[in-house]
């Protein structure tokens, strides 16, 4: 259980292009995703919180137009990355939080995707 | 700002030996942490969750160990084997008003030999 899909797996686009990332939980619900970018030998980087139904929160430092987030129902979130420029080449993993964990004191576990290898040329 | 640091360097083992991977913290009293395992190329899947009042945990071959006196988490692989070799992180929550997030440490690399 608790599955999270992410399409595509990898994609090369050309310079001044947008490109849509989708993340899918598969067998849950999940009201928040959090969409991360990890660049090669350096810690995961929380880009943005994305609350279905809600506008996402991003982190200090992204640009919300460059990259579009939207969480249209409990089961699909998002990512646009618009205008790609060569420097957003990098691995873009999304992961989903099982609806109904309270995220509270007693914490919750974070279900990955595969992750989506980006390359702009 | 808060601050995760894990064992830099790869961790090389023999089958059969039991891993042990460091998770220090510092500037933050994180009411949970966890572990997850990355392979190359690969989103991290969760491993173990340990909240701040639980000293111990195990599932299976691992073992978590959270220690908020000292601001260190160890996380053990018994009987390793070479499946085993992937990178390990540890992430802390950091709750951030209506939305706990995780910070995460860079990894440790571990090998495990035949």
């Known amino acids: 259980g608790a599955v999270v899909s992410q399409h595509p797996s990898r994609v090369i686009c050309k310079s001044g292009t947008s490109v849509k990332i989708e993340c899918r939980s598969l067998d849950f619900q999940a009201t928040t995703m959090f969409w991360y970018r990890q660049f090669p030998k350096k810690s995961l980087m929380l880009m943005a919180t994305?609350?279905?139904?809600?506008?996402?929160?991003?982190e200090q430092g992204v640009e919300k137009d460059k990259f579009l987030i939207n969480h249209a129902s409990l089961t699909l979130s998002t990512l646009t990355v618009t205008s790609a420029h060569p420097e957003d080449s990098s691995f873009y993993i999304c992961s989903a939080r099982p609806t109904g964990t309270s995220g509270g004191r007693y914490g919750y576990e974070q279900y990955f995707g595969p992750g989506t290898r980006l390359t702009v040329t | 700002s808060q601050k995760i640091e894990q064992n830099s360097e790869a961790l090389n083992i023999q089958e059969g030996k039991t891993a042990t991977l460091t998770c220090n913290y510092t500037n933050y009293s994180p009411a949970y942490l966890q572990w997850y395992r990355q392979d190359p190329g690969r989103g991290p899947v969760f491993l173990l969750l340990i909240r701040e009042n639980e000293k111990e945990k195990r599932k299976e071959r691992l073992k978590v160990t959270f220690d908020t006196t000292l601001k260190q988490s160890l996380f053990h692989i018994t009987a390793s084997q070479p499946a085993d070799s992937a990178t390990y992180l540890c992430?802390?929550?950091?709750?951030?008003?209506?939305?706990?997030?995780?910070?995460w440490g860079l990894g440790t690399s571990l090998a495990v030999n035949p």
């Open positions: 992430a802390l929550d950091r709750n951030a008003g209506n939305n706990r997030k995780l910070i």
């Open positions: 994305s609350n279905e139904g809600s506008k996402a929160t991003y």
